[in-house]
């Protein structure tokens, strides 16, 4: 009972740290610490979270002298729910409100709530620039996406969390490609095949394809788990 009450404070002081540095605009604290905080690698950092010189890897552990060997306390369901719920939020960079009010909507449409949930965070626009090999890291993506190098058929976009569909074709703005960041753009992180995205970084342009089937939604998540906190929370 006091490791649940320890671990939902915690929980509590990192949401709000986190939410604040979000809200300035992009986290500026250690990206590291966030893995650790949920027990596994978030691959938060880009190119480096893909490389041996990666903290995570070297350390998967707490930082201090004693943190090596602390002990896991056996961690309640409800504690499982938090940390899985706190994995999507800092792997997709969203404030608490944010992620709640998606639940709530899909709450209240048919269907697999959790389905719903991923396959609308997948349809984000800086998502969708970081899947099509257009930056390093969603953190990266929706710097570029806030600056406004992108256009969503023709329109200028600046606003990662907006949701695209199929048909839509996004390009990087062609007086930004004339910027020294495109010019020497490289993907330095492992290109996935994303089947509902078909992209072409030499004409600088994406165009999706159709929404994300069920087989293309994350598996890094236990989404039940995360459906089953929120149930309690907006439903």
């Given at each position: 009972?006091?490791?649940?009450f320890?671990?939902?404070?915690?929980?509590?002081?990192?949401?709000?740290?986190?939410?604040?540095?979000?809200?300035?605009?992009?986290?500026?604290?250690?990206?590291?610490?966030?893995?650790?905080?949920?027990?596994?690698?978030?691959?938060?950092?880009?190119?480096?979270?893909?490389?041996?010189?990666?903290?995570?890897?070297?350390?998967?552990y707490?930082a201090?002298?004693?943190?090596?060997n602390?002990?896991?306390?056996?961690?309640?369901?409800?504690?499982?729910?938090?940390?899985?719920?706190?994995?999507?939020?800092?792997?997709?960079?969203?404030?608490?409100?944010?992620?709640a009010?998606?639940?709530?909507?899909?709450?209240?449409?048919?269907?697999d709530?959790?389905?719903?949930?991923?396959?609308?965070?997948?349809?984000?626009l800086?998502?969708?620039?970081?899947?099509?090999?257009?930056?390093?890291?969603?953190?990266?993506?929706?710097?570029?996406?806030?600056?406004?190098?992108?256009?969503?058929?023709?329109?200028?976009?600046?606003?990662?969390?907006?949701?695209?569909?199929?048909?839509?074709?996004i390009?990087?703005k062609?007086?930004?490609?004339?910027?020294?960041?495109?010019?020497?753009f490289?993907?330095?992180?492992?290109?996935?095949?994303?089947?509902?995205?078909?992209?072409?970084?030499?004409?600088?342009e994406?165009?999706?394809?159709?929404?994300?089937?069920?087989?293309?939604?994350?598996?890094?998540?236990?989404?039940?788990?995360?459906?089953?906190?929120?149930?309690?929370?907006?439903?």
């Open positions: 009972m006091i490791l649940v320890l671990l939902e404070e915690s929980d509590q002081n990192q949401e709000e740290e986190f939410n604040l540095f979000i809200h300035m605009a992009r986290y500026l604290k250690s990206k590291t610490k966030l893995s650790k905080r949920v027990g596994r690698n978030l691959f938060l950092k880009g190119a480096r979270s893909f490389s041996a010189k990666d903290d995570y890897s070297k350390r998967p707490k201090g002298m004693h943190g090596k602390l002990q896991k306390g056996r961690i309640s369901e409800y504690g499982k729910q938090l940390l899985e719920k706190q994995a999507i939020r800092f792997t997709y960079g969203l404030m608490e409100r944010q992620l009010n998606m639940f709530k909507k899909a709450f209240a449409k048919r269907g709530t959790g389905k719903i949930v991923l396959n609308q965070l997948e349809r984000r800086d998502n969708v620039v970081y899947k099509a090999g257009f930056a390093n890291s969603r953190a990266q993506a929706r710097q570029l996406v806030n600056h406004g190098h992108f256009t969503v058929n023709n329109v200028p976009v600046n606003i990662p969390s907006f949701v695209v569909k199929t048909g839509d074709v390009r990087v062609e007086n930004k490609q004339k910027k020294n960041f495109w010019k020497n490289q993907l330095e992180v492992p290109q996935e095949t994303v089947a509902w995205i078909s992209s072409n970084l030499s004409k600088k994406f165009k999706i394809v159709n929404e994300p089937l069920d087989e293309d939604l994350p598996k890094d998540f236990n989404i039940q788990s995360v459906v089953e906190y929120y149930s309690r929370k907006v439903r």
